[in-house]
């Protein structure tokens, strides 16, 4: 199966062997085009993985690594509120992208329109809320 990673390699899969509550066991994974290429134990051929297109892989919080000083992971962002620099609230994150230049925060505002805002440049994260610089709020 063709895998798009949300880690910095294949060695992310690998430190794991049992996914989405145990119902797919890893038997291989190797480097890919755009991602990895991944076989499964429970996936005998094509038409099986074709099935599971979409499916999204997942492991307990507790099998992954701990975070250093200013790294985050993505689940722990969404939901946050949000907030300009100057206290104002401007919504809730409701996504995180990376199209290849660093990660990308969706904000939802209370009218339901979405932006965006490059979090690199533009967000501070809080333990219970985002900050964001009110230069990039539309």
Sequence with gaps: MRLKLFTE???GLEAHQSFNGGTLTLKSVRDGSNGAIARFAEIADRTAAER???TELAVPRSALPPLAE????HA???GLRCVTDDGQEIGTAVAVE????GDILEIEKPDAKRFMVPIA???TIEPERLVVDAAFVE
């Design 9 to 11: 390699d294949v060695s």
């Design 52 to 54: 599971l297109r979409g």
């Design 70 to 73: 200013g790294e985050y992971y």
């Design 76 to 78: 722990d962002l969404i």
């Design 98 to 101: 990376n199209f290849g230049a």
């Design 121 to 123: 440049v533009a967000v």
